[in-house]
């Protein structure tokens, strides 16, 4: 049980670790001390916020000795917003602990580890992200509006201007929602704004929970016609995203060298960091390296994100999916791209026991792109596709250490290649790659 303290003892202690939350790990008397702020390497001062049996949580007071890759954070609101952990922290020493994170997990939970490490793939620091989910809210006691990420550890909405990771047109998108909203009718019905970025137009999201009147329309017509955003209403569920004005132009990207368009909807999952994306893709096609004959399954295809550029390269590929919306969009995707050579399915891939024909079928590469949760489920199917390589795109260390155990230990193949990729920069999110060949 955690239990607050009001002690006001500050104690010293050198930081040895980063969790994989961020925090700096010192250990007293053998109990590990974590510590927000601190960093691997640094002599810091720091008071007990929190005791727990095996563990203590506390806040930095200061640091006595510096660590030589602690940076100045860019952002005038890091430590009180809780989009970002890692901007005191340099962005080769953040590439450096993600990368020890994933192969610490690959030997402590799957109990394997690559063959080779691969070079993380990196994009820019800073203005990287094109889609976000910003919160909204009118705070009666500041008689204000407030716009952004929510704060650390709290589910306050932080109070901020502008956000330095989402993409440079979009970095005041904060302090104008909230201007904008504090003019509005609803502006208490409004809890939340999404924004997706394509190359050639970005879309707003309104979520409304009352239907705004004619003049409050305006206002947000008149928002999206200044800075030349699409703007769209949300009054239920996904189903009921609507734009305001007829005829919006489509939101799209390309991978590929520009010989893949793909387009998507307001709402889509689509990969945040646009440059490691297109990184991402062409990392992926090199290292599963389709040829002409091969059949190639795609699971979690989502919008065709791998399933169109290896189908540029192989016979055929199939693409699985579990959101029907998301097929729908990848078969005209496919179509716009004049590759009819690339089918999809829809299927819940954490049900096998319900699979259709497709899953009895043999491949020759198969590509995964699960959610955190991994792919256990369904790999226990690799016996009877028997592909000769498979890539692994994962958003989670852990769930991929543990399949990568499976695939090794149970299923015949070898890891060969693993790596980061810095999707999330100044965040603890750990984005890789793994590549598994099956031995003879």
Excluded at 55 to 66: K, R, S
Excluded at 195 to 213: C, D, K, N, Q, S
Excluded at 217 to 243: C, H, M, N, W
Excluded at 291 to 318: I, S
Aim: net charge neutral.
């Amino acid at each position: 049980m955690a239990r607050d303290l009001n002690s006001t003892q500050v104690q010293e202690a050198d930081i040895v670790d980063l969790a994989h939350d961020g925090r700096g790990v010192a250990r007293l008397e053998g109990k590990a001390v974590f510590i927000e702020g601190a960093l691997p390497g640094e002599r810091v001062r720091f008071r007990v916020i929190k005791r727990r049996k095996h563990m203590d949580e506390a806040g930095l007071v200061d640091v006595i000795a510096a660590s030589p890759h602690r940076v100045e954070p860019r952002c005038a609101h890091f430590g009180v917003c809780g989009g970002c952990s890692l901007q005191h922290l340099s962005a080769a020493a953040q590439l450096a602990a993600k990368e020890r994170q994933l192969l610490e997990n690959l030997q402590r939970i799957g109990n394997v580890q690559p063959a080779r490490v691969l070079p993380p793939l990196r994009g820019p620091e800073w203005a990287y992200r094109r889609r976000a989910r910003l919160g909204i809210k009118y705070v009666h006691k500041k008689g204000r509006v407030l716009a952004g990420f929510r704060e650390r550890e709290k589910p306050y909405i932080a109070d901020i201007k502008r956000c330095e990771v989402l993409l440079a047109p979009l970095a005041t998108l904060p302090e104008d929602l909230a201007a904008l909203t504090e003019t509005l009718a609803i502006r208490e019905k409004l809890p939340q704004v999404e924004v997706a970025a394509g190359e050639g137009a970005t879309a707003l999201v309104f979520r409304v929970l009352e239907t705004p009147g004619a003049a409050d329309l305006e206002k947000l017509s008149a928002f999206g016609l200044e800075r030349g955003l699409q703007i769209y209403l949300q009054t239920g569920g996904l189903d009921t995203v609507r734009p305001l004005s007829a005829n919006p132009v489509p939101l799209a990207y390309s991978v590929d060298g520009g010989k893949v368009v793909i387009e998507f909807g307001a709402v889509d999952f689509i990969q945040v960091n646009r440059d490691i994306n297109v990184s991402m893709v062409d990392a992926a096609m090199t290292l599963l390296r389709p040829e002409a004959g091969d059949a190639v399954l795609d699971l979690f295809c989502g919008l065709g994100n791998f399933t169109l550029p290896a189908a540029r390269r192989a016979r055929q590929v199939l693409g699985v999916e579990g959101d029907a919306s998301l097929v729908a969009k990848a078969v005209g995707n496919a179509a716009h791209n004049g590759l009819g050579n690339a089918q999809f399915v829809v299927e819940n891939l954490f049900e096998p026991g319900t699979f259709g024909a497709w899953a009895d079928e043999r491949y020759d590469l198969v590509l995964l792109d699960p959610p955190r949760a991994g792919a256990a489920e369904l790999l226990p199917r690799m016996a009877r596709w028997c592909p000769r390589r498979v890539v692994y795109i994962s958003c989670h260390p852990g769930s991929l250490a543990r399949d990568a155990g499976i695939l090794v230990a149970d299923l015949g193949f070898t890891l060969t290649e693993a790596g980061v990729m810095d999707m999330f920069p100044h965040t603890t999110h750990v984005e890789s790659i793994a590549v598994f060949e099956r031995r003879p």
